[in-house]
T-cell receptor, first 113, second 112 residues
Framework: EAQVTQNPRYLITVTGKKLTVTCSQNMNHEYMSWYRQDPGLGLRQIYYSMNVEVTDKGDVPEGYKVSRKEKRNFPLILESPSPNQTSLYFC????????????FGPGTRLTVT | QKEVEQNSGPLSVPEGAIASLNCTYSDRVSQSFFWYRQYSGKSPELIMSIYSNGDKEDGRFTAQLNKASQYVSLLIRDSQPSDSATYLCAVNGWNAGNMLTFGGGTRLMVKP
């Protein structure tokens, strides 16, 4: 089944404790991206990648890191999480490097206390 | 000024009616336009994409694009209670690089 998977789905952590949210797609897509969704602010893009070893900042990259060492994986790293990073996070992928027609993973709900 | 704007709703329509959802965008050189449906607690699901002016139909859904007026709309014919969700408009344009910018979404409620 073609899909984007994220792990974990739910995470509660404390301020400053480094964490990684994994994202994997099995569709051989070139483009992958991370979003956060907050009430009243909608979906905002954090980082995106058009290919292996190619990443670029989205609208809200501060406090996040990403890497794209393999085509199928695009982990999101929070080196020192803070409460304002409490949010619902989505990974997405697209067969087009331009990021058209993106398909979303199930989401990761992160709470930072 | 938000780059992609939608009325947050809720938009309430009776079952069987046509639901009309609208979206305006500020970047004149935007190239690609998408509608996503998001059920509560779920991830966005792509339902329509449109790249050129005019109408594009897919089943009960019709997307309409008017680049001169900078708006894109989604019509849902024969609305069903299962269509109740938040509909997100998204725009990808040259000025945005390869980023997708989303509107805040319109909540649609279809009443039986």
């Amino acid at each position: 089944e073609a899909q984007v998977t994220q792990n974990p789905r739910y995470l509660i952590t404390v301020t400053g404790k480094k964490l990684t949210v994994t994202c994997s797609q099995n569709m051989n897509h070139e483009y992958m991206s991370w979003y956060r969704q907050d009430p009243g602010l909608g979906l905002r893009q954090i980082y995106y990648s058009m290919n292996v070893e190619v990443t670029d900042k989205g609208d809200v990259p501060e406090g996040y890191k990403v890497s794209r060492k393999e085509k199928r994986n695009f982990p999101l790293i929070l080196e020192s999480p803070s409460p304002n990073q409490t949010s619902l996070y989505f990974c997405a992928s697209s067969s087009d490097r331009g990021g058209y027609e993106q398909y979303f993973g199930p989401g990761t709900r992160l709470t930072v206390t | 000024q938000k780059e992609v704007e939608q009325n947050s709703g809720p938009l309430s329509v009776p079952e069987g009616a046509i639901a009309s959802l609208n979206c305006t965008y500020s970047d004149r050189v935007s190239q690609s336009f998408f509608w996503y449906r998001q059920y509560s607690g779920k991830s966005p699901e792509l339902i329509m994409s449109i790249y050129s002016n005019g109408d594009k139909e897919d089943g009960r859904f019709t997307a309409q694009l008017n680049k001169a007026s900078q708006y894109v709309s989604l019509l849902i014919r024969d609305s069903q209670p299962s269509d109740s969700a938040t509909y997100l408009c998204a725009v990808n344009g040259w000025n945005a690089g390869n980023m997708l910018t989303f509107g805040g979404g319109t909540r649609l409620m279809v009443k039986p």
